[in-house]
């Protein structure tokens, strides 16, 4: 290792440890004991049969709409945009309710109209991304506002409950309910199609044309041309792609543990989504491993956030954190330097 | 005469409104020019935001509140520098770790300090000018002399930052560093160190706007205040092909555009006010499918540079 690698590494190291010292100084600056407050995570989340329930009960959705990241980032196509699919999703599968039949196949065509719905609302940016070339990331932020304002809308005006109290719809019949799995717990059946999905996803990621295709035009979308793999086209189609998932995750929440629409259900989760891919390193195999640690910090930190030890954007901190520690350890996968050199003199 | 007074307050309002986005504009401009995209700005105009408030209610003064502030969005700027230009890592992906900070930090800070007293916090925070005879003039006086100082200061730093950039060696530095880096490290110029001020400084204008947003605009922090403004400003960039004065014209068609969607609210009260409320961000997604055909980014953005030179 020549000393300018050995410097660049002692650097990374640093980083990361400064971005680690930060969450410790917050915690600090909360007047908690840093320590304690890593134990009383791992105390609730784990030893305690409610917090472990919770934190796969979390993992369900979050795994979905993590392998839809993993599909777009491959590609190096970022899709920011997974809370308004969701919504989209979990809309579209609320307005065909009404008209499915109620039973298996109703259950069927209410979770494939979520992954419609939200194929549609990610389409909108493939879209803007492949025909006209416009910033995906500022695309699906966008339509995330839009999809938060025309949710509000509708819960207010036409999907609202037929007593027009409170704004939510009314709910689904208990035919079109996923499941329960196991007795006296929320688990519901969502959980086989989330691990379902991450065989779809692998197998498409690491076995097909589609797959490869995704991680050339990640790797150098010039090189993809002369392949004769249009990156516009996979542009579009991508983030149609994880919209879709990031649906299908809507309609699972919905169906599994709402049982009707309403406002500011699955907060965040399109953003903690991409910390789940990302510390997966986008490996699809690694994506519900990744969400259910991601679940039992969310699960402890919310029991300790509620106990009024620290304030609850202690997450979205951590969250942060998290990612910078993961790109400064990137630094040490051997190839990645070279990587980075070879991008250079390709520039 | 209505219509006038009604076009004086809705100019005098989207200037008012834009001024955020504006800021943040400038900043991501000069980022993205010497070939570092910042997705994160919203994260740091948030801090900024919250800074501002803080400060600006210790201190008593807002001016005291906006350095603060200033300072505060320098140094996220320096972590995402850090991570982007010394450590080369994913830009884009860095930013989106730098959003997740920015909102926690901000919303964190704002729990443990002035949300603690359970009532809402006096903040005494900037005036607009007043001018006189000069603000007293019918409708432009309002728009034009009515405005708060720092209105002033963003058109006098992106009018000044695009003559840096037009006709300044610094300017051309800048540009290379973002259009053809090797260029410059030939000719012996330092790309990394350029690009890693040029981060500091889009983070202190984003965090100006942030502060802006917090202490002029509106007198208090709500957490995630901001509302996607960050990622209004980084369209603007684009829409205005990089150019910092055309970034302030774009910013201020959105401003104008929220000012009138605000009017339109009340004078349309049968039409469900969310329509209203997305039309700036419907705006933002059709300007951004129309622009971006067959514009032309600084050719290194998004690309690490490593040095050749031994």
């Given amino acids: 290792m020549s000393a300018q690698a050995a410097s660049f590494r002692l650097q990374a190291v640093l980083a990361a440890a400064f971005m680690v010292a930060m969450v410790v100084g917050a915690i600090l600056l909360a007047g908690a004991n840093p320590l304690s407050v890593a134990i009383g995570i791992g105390e609730r989340a784990l030893f305690t049969r409610a917090g472990l329930l919770e934190a796969v009960l979390r993992t369900i959705p979050l795994t979905i709409m993590g392998l839809g990241i993993a599909l777009a980032f491959k590609a190096r196509i970022f899709n920011i945009g997974m809370d308004g699919q969701l919504i989209a999703g979990s809309v579209a599968a609320m307005a065909v309710a009404p008209f499915l039949p109620l039973d298996a196949l109703g259950l069927f065509l209410l979770l494939a109209s979520g992954l419609a719905g939200g194929a549609i609302w990610g389409g909108i940016a493939g879209i803007i991304k492949g025909r006209f070339g416009g910033n995906e990331i500022i695309a699906t932020i966008m339509l995330n506002y839009v999809a938060l304002q025309v949710l509000s809308w509708l819960i207010r005006g036409p999907m609202q409950e037929t007593m027009r109290i409170i704004p939510r719809s009314d709910p689904l019949d208990a035919a079109l309910r996923l499941p329960i799995l196991f007795e006296a717990t929320r688990i519901h059946l969502g959980l086989v199609i989330a691990l379902f999905a991450v065989v779809a996803v692998a197998v498409l990621m690491q076995r097909s044309r589609y797959g490869f295709k995704l991680a050339v035009v990640g790797a150098n979308p010039h090189a993809a041309r002369y392949a004769g793999i249009d990156p516009r086209w996979i542009a579009g189609g991508v983030l149609a792609l994880s919209g879709a998932l990031a649906g299908l995750a809507g309609a699972v929440e919905i169906s599994g543990v709402y049982g009707r629409l309403q406002e500011g259900f699955a907060p965040g989760f399109g953003i903690t989504a991409i910390a789940v891919a990302l510390v997966a390193r986008l490996n699809p195999l690694l994506v519900p491993v990744s969400a259910f640690g991601f679940s039992l910090f969310y699960v402890g930190l919310g029991a300790l956030a509620r106990n009024g030890v620290v304030p609850f954007p202690i997450v979205n901190i951590l969250e942060g954190t998290i990612i910078f520690v993961f790109l400064a350890g990137g630094i040490f996968v051997a190839h990645r330097t070279k990587r980075v050199q070879a991008e250079a003199l390709d520039g | ?310």
């Avoid at chain 2, 105009?45 to 919250?50: D, E, N, Q, R, T």
């Avoid at chain 2, 695009?162 to 090797?182: C, E, F, H, N, V």
């Avoid at chain 2, 774009?250 to 039309?279: E, K, N």
């Fill in chain 2, 1 to 310: 005469m209505d219509e006038a007074l009604f076009l004086s307050g809705l100019l005098a309002a989207g200037i008012r409104l834009a001024a955020p986005i504006a800021l943040a504009a400038i900043g991501e401009t000069i980022s993205q020019r010497a070939g570092v995209i910042n997705v994160g700005i919203e994260g740091i105009m948030l801090v900024g935001a919250f800074v501002a408030v803080l400060v600006t209610v210790m201190a008593g003064n807002p001016w005291a509140g906006l350095a603060a502030a200033i300072l505060a969005g320098a140094a996220m700027g320096a972590i995402h520098a850090v991570f982007t230009v010394r450590l080369k890592a994913e830009q884009i992906v860095s930013g989106i770790a730098l959003l997740f900070l920015g909102l926690g930090l901000s919303g964190y800070g704002f729990r443990l300090t002035l949300a603690q007293g359970g009532s809402a916090v006096q903040v005494p925070g900037f005036r607009e000018l007043d001018l006189f005879a000069l603000s007293d003039l019918p409708f432009i006086g309002p728009v034009v002399f009515g405005q708060h100082a720092l209105v002033y200061i963003a058109l006098f730093c992106a009018a000044g930052l695009a003559w840096m950039l037009a006709s300044t060696r610094l300017g051309l530095m800048i540009k290379a560093a973002g259009d053809y880096p090797q260029a410059l490290d030939a000719a012996g110029g330092d790309v990394d160190r350029l690009r890693f001020v040029c981060v500091v400084v889009s983070g202190a204008f984003a965090a100006a706007g942030g502060a802006f947003l917090s202490t002029a605009q509106l007198w208090g922090f709500v957490e995630n205040m901001t509302a996607g403004r960050g990622f209004l400003a980084i369209s603007c960039v684009v829409f205005a092909r990089w150019n910092p004065l055309a970034a302030v014209a774009v910013a201020l068609g959105f401003g104008i555009a929220d000012a009138l969607q605000i009017r339109m609210q009340t004078s349309y009260p049968g039409v469900p006010y969310q329509f209203f409320v997305i039309a700036p961000y419907v705006v933002a997604i059709v300007s951004l499918a129309v622009a971006s055909k067959g514009s032309r980014m600084p050719a290194a953005l998004g690309t690490p540079f490593v040095s050749q030179r031994q």
